[in-house]
C-alpha cells in the first residue's frame, strides 16, 4: 500500500484527547494532526520522536494533518488504524498473503446482521468473512492486542464464531505495523475476557492470521505471517 500522497515530516510534541498529536514540523511550524488511534499507543509514544504526517486538503476537516507512523528505537511504527483493512483488502486481491490467496471477489465492509466485518472474500467454493485490527503493543519480542479494553474486538471475535458454524470461513487478520517483534498474543493482561474469547474463537475454528508489516514514509508493505500463542 503506497501513500497517495508525500508524508510530512516533524517531530511529536504531544498526543491528548486520545484523537489529537501536536507536531512541530521540519519547517518550524507547529500542527495538530488528527490520530484515529483511540487506544492507549503504549509502547509507541515518545516525545520528540520522529513523525510523518498526511497532508489533508479538506475544507471540513478541523485539522490539517493525519498522523501515519512514529520512530521508536530506529523502527518505525504505523499507528493509524484505518491502513490495516486497505492493506489487507489490496493484498487479498493481489495474493499476496499466504492462505488467503484464493479469492475472486473480495468486498469492503460487509454486514452480517448486528455486526459489520471488514471484508468478506469469495471464490467458487466457499465465502470468508474477516475482520481485521490494527497492532502497535509490543512486549518483548510480542505484539500484543488489544492495547485498551475493547467491547467492539469482543463482539466481532462472537460474530466470527456465529459465522463459522453458518458455514463461512472465518478469519482474524492482525496487522502488526511494526518490524521488531517475532510473535503475536492476545494482550490478557490488559484485556482478559478478550484474551479468553480469542482462544475460544480459535477452538471454534476461527483461523488467526497475525501478519507483519514493515512501515516506511513510502509504503506500507506486508511480510510475512507470524507465528502466534495465546498464553505469554
Given at each position: 500500500m503506497k501513500f497517495d500522497t508525500p508524508l510530512v515530516r516533524g517531530r511529536l510534541i504531544k498526543r491528548y484527547k486520545r484523537f489529537l498529536a501536536d507536531v512541530v514540523l521540519d519547517t518550524g511550524e507547529t500542527v495538530t494532526a488528527h490520530c484515529t488511534n483511540s487506544g492507549s499507543m503504549k509502547s509507541c509514544l515518545e516525545d520528540g520522536a520522529e513523525v510523518f504526517l498526511?497532508?489533508?486538503?479538506?475544507?471540513?476537516?478541523?485539522?490539517?494533518?493525519?498522523?501515519?507512523?512514529?520512530?521508536?528505537?530506529?523502527?518505525?511504527?504505523?499507528?493509524?488504524?484505518?491502513?490495516?483493512?486497505?492493506?489487507?483488502?489490496?493484498?487479498?486481491?493481489?495474493?499476496e498473503i499466504p492462505g488467503l490467496d484464493n479469492y475472486?471477489?473480495?468486498?469492503?465492509?460487509?454486514?452480517?446482521?448486528?455486526?459489520?466485518?471488514?471484508?468478506?472474500?469469495?471464490?467458487?467454493?466457499?465465502?470468508?468473512?474477516?475482520?481485521?485490527?490494527?497492532?502497535?503493543?509490543?512486549?518483548?519480542?510480542?505484539?500484543?492486542?488489544?492495547?485498551?479494553?475493547?467491547?467492539?474486538?469482543?463482539?466481532?471475535?462472537?460474530?466470527?464464531?456465529?459465522?463459522?458454524?453458518?458455514?463461512?470461513?472465518?478469519?482474524?487478520?492482525?496487522?502488526?505495523?511494526?518490524?521488531?517483534?517475532?510473535?503475536?498474543?492476545?494482550?490478557?493482561?490488559?484485556d482478559p475476557q478478550y484474551a479468553t474469547a480469542l482462544k475460544q474463537a480459535a477452538e471454534n475454528g476461527v483461523e488467526i492470521f497475525p501478519v507483519q508489516a514493515r512501515v516506511t514514509p513510502e509504503e506500507i508493505k506486508i511480510e510475512r505471517v507470524l507465528s502466534y500463542v495465546f498464553i505469554r
Open positions: 498526511t497532508p489533508v486538503n479538506d475544507p471540513k476537516r478541523k485539522t490539517r494533518f493525519t498522523w501515519e507512523m512514529i520512530r521508536i528505537n530506529g523502527n518505525w511504527v504505523g499507528i493509524n488504524t484505518s491502513n490495516p483493512n486497505k492493506l489487507v483488502f489490496e493484498a487479498i486481491r493481489n495474493k475472486t471477489r473480495v468486498t469492503r465492509e460487509v454486514k452480517f446482521d448486528e455486526s459489520r466485518l471488514d471484508i468478506l472474500a469469495e471464490n467458487d467454493y466457499e465465502q470468508c468473512a474477516i475482520e481485521v485490527k490494527n497492532v502497535t503493543l509490543k512486549d518483548g519480542d510480542f505484539a500484543t492486542f488489544p492495547d485498551a479494553r475493547t467491547e467492539r474486538g469482543l463482539k466481532h471475535l462472537h460474530t466470527l464464531i456465529r459465522l463459522k458454524k453458518e458455514g463461512y470461513r472465518a478469519v482474524m487478520v492482525y496487522v502488526i505495523q511494526r518490524m521488531d517483534v517475532t510473535t503475536f498474543a492476545p494482550a490478557a493482561d490488559i
